[in-house]
């Protein structure tokens, strides 16, 4: 059976995306009064799943398309004002690059495919306890995911210095990989990078290094490719050794030095 699915692909400047998660009580036409209300509000419904709560409560959970102009907040407080209505959270795809697909599934301009994140999470357990210099390849591997993105991103809409770090954050949070803050300096290129609930530290369990490092060879990929410079990142603090977070430091790689030997944790000036 095909379904629809989304995900990024695509930008429309004049539109964008607003997704909704409403919790509304179960009576007869609770969701018709739902989809009629949104109808008159010019907010076209791109996708939509029910999910069922309790035997009185759902919740709804929708993708629109909205014009520039209306104000997803103040729809969202409409929306809630229902009479079936209990409660409504909203975000926004600020790049419009949701799109609707059939089999295959497409990411970022090639297929790509779901997985549990305990299965990367052993493959990467796997290369760790038996690969010699495995965070090498895992830094390599990220790094040809993170280049591919950013070339992706650039052939579809306008990067520059104010999206570049909101582009990437969107990706990671609308593929499950992570909720990031970034501050980089497009001069210096200097910054750090935090990931909330990282996919890989969530599930990986403890232990006495950082574990995230084909996140930060994805990070470098991408950084790498936007600014044109040779960009290292390394992860110096991770969840699994008992943070709150995980941290990436974000530097300019010495241009001696390639970007997979950039160990975990050390610094460029302590490279040899």
Known sequence: MVKDLFMFAGFNENSQ???FKIIYSKKPGSLSLITDFLEKENAFIMFGHLDN???????????????????????????????????????????????SVDFPLNVIGVRGVMARALTIVDIIKTLNQSVPHAEGL???????????????????????????ASVLAELYRAVGWGILEIECDPK????????????????????????????????AGY????????????????????????????SLAPSSVSQE?????IHSDQTT
């Open 17 to 19: 995306i607003v997704w």
């Open 53 to 99: 709560i309790t035997q009185k409560s759902g919740e709804y959970l929708i993708y629109t398309e909205l014009n520039e102009n209306i104000n997803p907040e103040d729809l969202a407080q409409r929306i809630e004002s229902i009479e079936v209505v209990s409660e409504v959270d909203y975000g926004i795809s600020r790049y419009g690059m949701i799109y």
């Open 138 to 164: 895992l830094t390599v591997s990220g790094l040809k995911g993170g280049i591919h993105a950013a070339k992706y991103f650039k052939s579809i809409m306008p990067i520059n210095d104010s999206n570049y």
């Open 188 to 219: 210096t290129y200097e910054g750090k990078i935090i990931v909330k609930d990282s996919f890989i530290a969530d599930v990986y369990g403890s232990a006495d290094q950082p574990v995230c490092t084909f996140m930060s060879g994805y990070f």
């Open 223 to 250: 950084l790498t490719d936007y600014f044109g410079k040779n960009i290292s990142v390394r992860e110096i603090s991770c969840k699994v050794t008992g943070k709150k977070i995980c941290e990436h430091v974000i």
């Open 261 to 265: 030997y950039q160990l975990r944790g």
